[in-house]
């Protein structure tokens, strides 16, 4: 079946620091990959994606390229900001039929001034 | 901007007792969803639901569990008879496509906590 296994958090780092959150996939098809972020209070929300091997996401200054070689989708970033602090979500979904987005436990970001 | 709005955000029930959970997605959209996260686990679906019908359901879909769309805007995820191990945050979820047509864009309400004692 599918799974995503995303890194343990939370991840602190001061403002302007790098980020980078490690995500990996299983899926027995060419899946489309996903990070979704919930801000404090939100709900979850689309934040890139990739359709297919070698493409970029990016968004909001992150980025995050489908590796099919390694099956992972690191989501990075050059600068983090205090506004950045989340719960970041990498998810799956298979391209064909009706199914559904295969998520991580998500990675809890906090960004200090 | 439009968004999915569910209460209550937290309830807390007594093991047995019958829960309902509300949702009001998005006004056109047409694709329903219900996922619930366990603390510290993973985030995991439970059901989709389009046309009135439930279109698929995970293992962890039961016969405890029932979904409904009683009006045209609630969508509306029931648990008969709650279990401790019930105790998770769930999200309630549309979107506008669904299958292969769809780029992966759901749009989540911000989740409501139940607490089973």
């Known amino acids: 079946g599918n799974s995503v296994t995303q890194m343990e958090g939370p991840v602190t780092l001061s403002e302007e620091a790098f980020l980078t959150i490690n995500c990996t996939y299983t899926?027995?098809?060419?899946?489309?990959l996903f990070w979704y972020v919930q801000y404090p209070g939100e709900g979850l929300q689309l934040l890139l994606k990739?359709?297919?091997?070698?493409d970029k996401g990016s968004n909001k200054g992150f980025e995050a390229t489908y590796r099919k070689e390694t099956t992972s989708f690191h989501l990075e970033k050059g600068s983090v900001q205090v506004s950045d602090s989340a719960v970041y979500f990498c998810?799956?979904?298979?391209?064909?039929?009706?199914?559904?987005?295969?998520f991580g436990k998500g990675t809890m970001l906090l960004v200090s001034p | 901007e439009p968004e999915v709005t569910q209460t209550p955000s937290h309830q807390v029930t007594q093991m047995g007792q019958e829960v309902i959970l509300r949702c009001v997605p998005i006004?056109?959209?047409?694709?329903f969803y219900w996922y619930r996260q366990i603390l510290g686990q993973k985030v995991e679906f439970l059901v989709s639901?389009?046309?009135?019908?439930?279109?698929?359901k995970s293992e962890i879909f039961d016969d405890q569990f029932s979904v409904e769309r009683p009006d045209g805007s609630n969508f509306t995820l029931k648990i008969r008879s709650t279990k401790l191990e019930d105790s998770a945050m769930y999200f309630c979820?549309?979107?506008?496509?669904?299958?292969?047509?769809?780029?992966?864009?759901?749009?989540f309400g911000e989740g409501s906590r139940l607490t089973v004692l």
């Open positions: 639901f389009y046309n009135n019908e439930i279109s698929e």
């Open positions: 979820a549309s979107s506008s496509t669904q299958g292969a047509l769809n780029t992966g864009e759901l749009f």
């Open positions: 899926a027995t098809g060419y899946p489309s």
């Open positions: 006004s056109n959209h047409l694709y």
């Open positions: 990739a359709t297919k091997a070698d």
């Open positions: 998810a799956l979904k298979e391209n064909s039929g009706y199914s559904t987005l295969t």
